[in-house]
């Protein structure tokens, strides 16, 4: 069973590159275990839980400490991440899994998983993220960024020494055809092959999907921006796409203070 784990923050095309690469061939795991993003459910709520035990959620992931896999806490979730890995993906040759708090556990899902994950990592802009989580969630445009910020930096740092394979949002959806040949043809460099064509499948990929588009594509200006997300804005503009074996080109920047303790007092508020 080949692992393909798509990672990125809420709102930024995780669901349409898995709901793509399922089409292409790649198993998802039962119909019926779906949910409304092409999340697998069972999966999901693994980690929903193990996030919940370590005192937080998506919208507030928690502060972990190295080694934070091995704690006897975490390590507690293993049988049941085997046993659902198991269930919802049987003998499957080739799985793809996305749900945005896989960004914070992916180091656990690695002791879960028989092999490495192949990553499949999608970047979006900031706004466009605060937009469409202003939209379903309320949540406001500073904590917004804020989890946009932890969810990238911790993709970014959990993917090093991966096949991974980077993609931005606006190609996606506005080219999906070259942008899906191309990451098809990435997957086979690794030995993954998917049955089915991009150039012939119907991979529900289309502009319409994306109903939050900034003016400034290539700029990250807002003035509530911590400095801190501006220059992670500008190290994701600079990734390449493919990587053996991913490295980061420089060190994450260290988040503001304020975004550590705002995301602090949300997980508070969920309490």
């Not at 939050?212 to 500008?234: G, K, M, N, V």
Request: with cysteine; charged share 20%.
């Amino acid at each position: 069973m080949k692992p393909i784990v798509i990672l990125g923050m809420h709102r930024s095309g995780t669901s349409a590159t898995t709901r793509a690469l399922g089409l292409l061939g790649a198993s998802m795991g039962p119909l019926a275990n779906m949910g409304k993003f092409w999340e697998n459910e069972p999966m999901r709520r693994v980690n929903e839980d193990l996030l919940e035990a370590l005192g937080g959620g998506w919208e507030c992931p928690p502060l972990l400490s190295d080694g934070w896999v091995q704690s006897a806490q975490v390590r507690a979730f293993l049988p049941r991440a085997r046993e659902t890995l198991a269930v919802e993906f049987a003998n499957a040759p080739v799985i793809v899994w996305k749900d945005p708090r896989t960004c914070i556990t992916l180091p656990f899902w690695r002791e879960v998983f028989d092999e490495e994950p192949v990553v499949v990592f999608i970047h979006r802009h900031p706004a466009e993220v605060a937009a469409s989580l202003l939209a379903r969630n309320h949540l406001a445009r500073g904590h917004a960024f804020a989890v946009w910020e932890r969810f990238n930096a911790d993709a970014l740092l959990n993917s090093v020494g991966l096949p991974t394979v980077a993609i931005g949002y606006e190609p996606l959806v506005e080219d999906p055809i070259t942008t899906m040949n191309e990451l098809a043809g990435s997957l086979s460099t690794w030995g993954i092959a998917l049955p089915n064509d991009p150039a012939t499948t119907d991979m529900e990929l289309t502009p319409k999907r994306r109903h939050h588009q900034t003016d400034t594509a290539d700029a990250f200006d807002d003035p509530i921006a911590t400095e801190s997300q501006r220059e992670l804005f500008a190290l994701l503009g600079e990734l390449d796409g493919l990587s053996d074996e991913f490295a980061l080109a420089r060190p994450l920047p260290e988040p503001h203070p304020l975004s550590i303790e705002l995301l602090a007092l949300a997980a508070e508020a969920r309490a």
